[in-house]
C-alpha cells in the first residue's frame, strides 16, 4: 500500500517511514501542506497520515478540504491534542481515526491496519478468493492446502487484487500502490512480483491473469 506522511518532525518522520517500510509499504514524506497537496495531485494513496500543526497551516483545514473535494482517501491524524472535545473535532471534519502522539509504533500500525479494513469492507485480517485465504497479519497465503509466506511487496501487492478482484490493474498503478517517489526501480519489477504469485497461488482456484496491453487481474479459474 501507499502512504502519504504529513509531518514536519524530521526525526519522527524518519522513524514512521522506517517502521511501515518495514511491512512493506511505500511512504511518501510531505513536510507542508503545500508539498503534501502536491503529492495527491501526483499520485493515487491508499492512506494519510496527517500532522495538525504545520509550518504553512493547520492539518484540520487540509482535512476539511480534502473532504469538500470529495476525496475518500482515509486520513488518520496524528494529534498532540489528548482532549475529548478535540479528538471529536477531527472525527467530525471526516478523519477515519487519530492517534495521540507520543505513541506506539506497534498501535499506529495496528490502527492503519484496522482504516484499511474498513475501507475494504472486511471485518478481519483474511481475505478469500477462489479457495485461496490471505492473512494479511500473518503476511501469508494459503493455496492448495499449503500456506506459503509472503515477501512484504508480494504482501502488499496481493492486498491489491484481493481487494477488487476481476479489476484490471495496469502496471504503471501497481507502481503507484508499491513503490513511492525515491524508490527508483522500474516496471519490470512487477512482473517478478507476478511470477512469484502465481507460484505460491497453485494448487488454488485463483489466479492472476495477464490482460494484454493493459495490465492484471485476479480471477477465478473455470
Known amino acids: 500500500m501507499r502512504f502519504l506522511l504529513v509531518e514536519d518532525n524530521m526525526d519522527l518522520a524518519q522513524a514512521v517511514m522506517d517502521c511501515l517500510a518495514l511491512d512493506g509499504h511505500a511512504i511518501d514524506h510531505a513536510r507542508d501542506l503545500a508539498s503534501a497537496q502536491d503529492c495527491i495531485n501526483a499520485a493515487p494513496y491508499d492512506l494519510i497520515l496527517l500532522d495538525i500543526m504545520l509550518p504553512d497551516g ?21 494529534t498532540a491534542r489528548s482532549e475529548v472535545s478535540d479528538r471529536v473535532g477531527l472525527l467530525d471534519l471526516g478523519a477515519d481515526d487519530y492517534i495521540t502522539k507520543p505513541f506506539d509504533f506497534t498501535e499506529l500500525e495496528a490502527r492503519c491496519r484496522a482504516v484499511l479494513r474498513r475501507q475494504g469492507g472486511v471485518a478481519d485480517n483474511v481475505r478469500s478468493f477462489g479457495g485461496a485465504e490471505l492473512d494479511s497479519l500473518a503476511g501469508a497465503i494459503r493455496a ?21 478482484p476481476g479489476q484490471i490493474f495496469s502496471k504503471s498503478h501497481l507502481m503507484d500502490r508499491l513503490f513511492s517517489f525515491s524508490d527508483d526501480v522500474s516496471e519490470n519489477a512487477i512482473e517478478v512480483y507476478i511470477g512469484r504469485l502465481r507460484r505460491k497461488l497453485e494448487g488454488s482456484g485463483a489466479r492472476i491473469e495477464t490482460v494484454r496491453g493493459l495490465g492484471y487481474r485476479l480471477v477465478e479459474a473455470t
Request: net charge positive.
Open 58 to 78: 493547520d492539518g484540520r483545514d487540509f482535512l476539511a478540504r480534502h473532504r469538500r473535494n470529495a476525496n475518500s482517501t482515509p486520513v488518520i491524524v496524528l
Open 144 to 164: 492448495g492446502g499449503e500456506s506459503h509466506p509472503l515477501r512484504n511487496r508480494e504482501l502488499r501487492l496481493l492486498e491489491v487484487f484481493f481487494t477488487s
